[in-house]
């Protein structure tokens, strides 16, 4: 599988929101220079890759994932960020389009619940009507608007609204620093966006067979919060 032309189009605009710190961070001077380096530098697996890390997980995730039917029929598309340029996104997996990108310097100790996790960014793509309802209906979330592109750090598996919780707390993906400064590691809210959240707690419970909530549950099964 090479890069299709949605996940071209997806790191093409992905890309058009850097700003200035979004390049700093990711050691490119521009949108250009990321986008042909991201995209050069994506591969499909080697036969051992596939074989020795990459395969056997997707048996397991698609025993753990079986009984949800929608998130179980789609197909696990993965491409790897050559070593070269594995850490242009801070060396962490994550999805464009229908594809799992995961840096080769990371294979050796991918988990069941990473792969897992990134599998349910490419739902969340899919069916983003229904994930923002159950992030505003079910959870309680509140919209406070679009996120500031100029001061946020770009990630590729959220979507551009920002939302707040039932305490009053901006989940904010924004950087720390300033945007002269050179400490830009790190976001003010760890929770980064409902998106993440919702990657990380189901992921984790899929892993391990646990019980989900009764509306993810029925979104993972039908697509919708509601019967």
Known sequence: ????????????AYARDFNELDLKYRCV??????????????REPSPEEKSKYIKPLISEAKRCCSKYKCLSRIPYKVLVLDSSHAGIENGMPHTHAEVIVLPEPMLPSL????LIHEQLHVFQRLYPLQCHVLYTRVWGLDVVGLIDQMTAR???DINRIQYRDREGHIIDNAFIASRTSASI???KDKRDHPNEIFAYRVAGMLASSSDLEPAVHLLLSTGTTTE
């Open 29 to 42: 001077q521009s949108k250009e220079e990321f986008i042909t380096t991201y995209l050069a530098a994506l």
């Open 111 to 114: 988990s069941l619940s990473t």
């Open 1 to 12: 599988m090479t890069p299709s032309n949605w996940l071209t189009s997806s790191v093409i």
């Open 185 to 187: 590691s790190s976001i």
């Open 154 to 156: 770009s990630n590729p």
